[in-house]
């Protein structure tokens, strides 16, 4: 694993956070570096990510920074959104971008990786613990509906904070979930990508051409009065 910050004052928050962990890689940019895909370059390099890891960082906040500017209203958090996509290609074509399909030629564990990407708005800094990311800790089930396969992230396990971001497995009802919380503040405006990968799903396990389980992912955000800004439902992929 290893991250990487800006080297900023003790008050303000880092323009760039960098995570990486076996070729998952986790982007945090925020405040005047989403000013412009140069200035978002520049704040990347600043913290050593690499010519290649910053053409890529900058791609997915060039694509979103047009909802970034727009100004949020009064002091509370807007959270613009938050998606899903698949970063695996599958085996069959897929008319729907949501869909990846596999089709195993024998028994061996497959593994497949996503991309969370979000974005955050608001007129002040998110202190932390007031961001969290929640995603079950499965997608897969087996023919007697219990959970199937691991993950892995790009950010690691709490009590690690130098990443800017760290995950903690919840019971929430019986279902296991992970908790993707910030360690580090927050720009009023953030964007940033997190990768992720499922791992070790025995296709044996599956039942032929059942979609996996629902696999929602949520974003809060906590104001400085302690309420919960309206929770972002992101499209589930399958």
Known sequence: MADAAADVAADEAPAALFSTSDDLKAVTVGGDALASRAAAVDSLQAVGV???DVEEAA???DAAVDTLLAPAAGDR?????????????????????SQLVIKPSDNDAVSMRLRLTYAIM??????PGEVTIVMPANMFVDRAGKPKGGMALAVPAEPVETAGWNYRLV?????????IVNTKRLNAATEGFIDFEIKDVEPITQVDMKPSAPFGVKLQVVESDGSESANC?????R
Not at 122 to 127: D, F, P, T, Y
Request: glycine share 8%.
């Open 50 to 52: 690499s010519a290649k």
């Open 59 to 61: 791609d997915a906040v």
């Open 233 to 237: 439902l992101a499209d589930a992929p």
């Open 77 to 97: 958090a807007n959270v613009e959104g938050i998606a899903l996509e698949w970063l695996s290609e599958g085996d069959v074509p897929s008319d729907d971008a």
């Open 122 to 127: 608001g007129e002040r800094e998110h202190q």
């Open 171 to 179: 019971m929430n009802d019986g279902v296991a979930e992970y908790h």
